[in-house]
């Protein structure tokens, strides 16, 4: 008997010593004073499923031109780059953008498991209820601020800003200035 009795405090105590993940919601998250995120333990979870109406293939057309945005929903993703070290529930995609047939832009090659530099990724503000987020414009060389806003469950607002200093041009080259940007920047897009 006291064998066994030893058997479960050991294996308990073996239990309760192992790593516990801090979830936090991550709509809440801009109540916490700090949150530590380099210490592998912290979980920036979509608790309330805030981006599942976002998740999909959308298409925008006018005339001759045309875009489709691929959104998915990375759960859990692991931030483990320069001093971050945490996970967190995330929305990135791609877009692919046509005039006349032809791909004028198209992002669909982006490593989606990168932790930074891909094309497309969105986040929750804190100050507001609209997924905001960037894009990289690679043909014009600039990084556009959007918010997105579900109309329905078939239509979403695209309203896009071009950051004032949003230039992401490599120093090995010359730089090129451009005006304004490849694609639309107020958009509204229907889910397929």
Known sequence: ??????????????LSCKSQTNVINFV??????????????????DVNNIYTPYVGTWKWSYGNKEMTLVLIKQTKHHYNERTFNY???????????????AVIAD???????????????FDISCDSTVDTGFFVDR??????????????????KFRGKIDQHSSYVSPKRPRTLY??????????????
């Open 139 to 156: 043909k014009k060389e600039k990084i556009i601020t959007v918010g997105l806003e579900i109309l329905s469950p078939t239509q979403m």
């Open 87 to 101: 996970f967190e529930d995330r929305l990135v995609g791609y877009y692919i953008y046509k005039e006349n047939g």
């Open 179 to 192: 005006t304004g940007s490849t694609f639309p920047l107020d958009m509204v897009f229907t889910k397929q």
């Open 1 to 14: 008997m006291n064998k066994i009795f030893f058997l479960l405090l050991l294996i308990s105590m073996f």
């Open 107 to 121: 992002t669909s090659g982006d490593n989606l498991q990168k932790d930074f530099g891909i094309a497309v990724s």
């Open 28 to 45: 809440d998250r801009c109540s916490y004073n700090s949150i530590n995120t380099s210490d592998g333990n912290t979980y920036l979870k």
